[in-house]
């Protein structure tokens, strides 16, 4: 009787705790929530400008250039739209392209001055293809020393860091407005797909001139 009585008491205490293991453990999803504030993938080798585009520099001192993860990542289904043809002069801090999703779209600035030479006609805008086939144009910069103002390695890492410090400070900022904002997430962090759909007109302005402004 006292064996079996052991046994029992056994039993009864791996059941429970059992039990309350199952309820520690989250309940699954159909597929997770991707945040702004997940890490992003910043190739080394590449070099960002603060107002969020990239460059890719060439042995000839050509460079490719496009937008970065932090920006298309705030989009459901983004299309870009090239406003320069092969041939144009353009200068530092002029209109790119623009980023449109639905009814919201963000113009992206040249972070150098130079010459276009080709742009791409079919860029690949999703974050795992962005810096082999979602360039935007193949630039020959005026100076090369325009890069020297731009991050690099570990510099980029650190910056987009800040960058989402930055972010969820703007998003706050609408509600101290008494504006709409878009939800943030237990932890703070804000839900990344489609939030710039949760934009009005004028937070997409306000965006613009304090994320994608080229000093």
């Given at each position: 009787m006292t064996v079996l009585f052991f046994v029992a008491m056994i039993t009864t205490f791996l059941a429970a705790d059992y039990f309350m293991e199952r309820r520690k453990k989250p309940s699954p999803v159909a597929s997770p929530v991707r945040r702004l504030g997940d890490p992003l993938?910043?190739?080394s080798g590449v070099f960002f400008s603060p107002a969020h585009t990239w460059l890719t520099l060439f042995?000839?001192?050509k460079v490719r250039v496009g937008v970065d993860s932090f920006v298309?990542?705030?989009m459901k289904n983004p299309e870009l739209v090239l406003l320069k043809s092969p041939g144009s002069s353009v200068t530092r801090g002029e209109p790119l392209f623009q980023?449109?999703?639905g009814s919201r779209t963000m113009t992206a600035r040249s972070p150098i001055d130079g010459?276009?030479?080709e742009r791409n006609e079919r860029p690949e805008m999703s974050p795992d293809s962005l810096f082999s086939g979602g360039w935007a144009y193949t630039m020959k910069p005026k100076r090369s020393s325009d890069l020297t103002g731009m991050l690099l390695g570990e510099q980029s890492q650190a910056w987009i860091r800040q960058e989402f410090g930055r972010l969820r400070e703007f998003v706050?900022?609408?509600?101290n407005a008494g504006e709409l904002a878009p939800a943030l997430m237990q932890d703070g962090g804000i839900s990344a797909e489609g939030i710039l759909e949760t934009f009005n007109?004028?937070?997409v302005e306000q965006f613009e001139k304090q994320f994608l402004r080229v000093e």
């Amino acid at each position: 009787m006292t064996v079996l009585f052991f046994v029992a008491m056994i039993t009864t205490f791996l059941a429970a705790d059992y039990f309350m293991e199952r309820r520690k453990k989250p309940s699954p999803v159909a597929s997770p929530v991707r945040r702004l504030g997940d890490p992003l993938r910043l190739p080394s080798g590449v070099f960002f400008s603060p107002a969020h585009t990239w460059l890719t520099l060439f042995p000839s001192g050509k460079v490719r250039v496009g937008v970065d993860s932090f920006v298309l990542r705030m989009m459901k289904n983004p299309e870009l739209v090239l406003l320069k043809s092969p041939g144009s002069s353009v200068t530092r801090g002029e209109p790119l392209f623009q980023l449109k999703d639905g009814s919201r779209t963000m113009t992206a600035r040249s972070p150098i001055d130079g010459e276009v030479l080709e742009r791409n006609e079919r860029p690949e805008m999703s974050p795992d293809s962005l810096f082999s086939g979602g360039w935007a144009y193949t630039m020959k910069p005026k100076r090369s020393s325009d890069l020297t103002g731009m991050l690099l390695g570990e510099q980029s890492q650190a910056w987009i860091r800040q960058e989402f410090g930055r972010l969820r400070e703007f998003v706050a900022g609408f509600a101290n407005a008494g504006e709409l904002a878009p939800a943030l997430m237990q932890d703070g962090g804000i839900s990344a797909e489609g939030i710039l759909e949760t934009f009005n007109d004028a937070q997409v302005e306000q965006f613009e001139k304090q994320f994608l402004r080229v000093e």
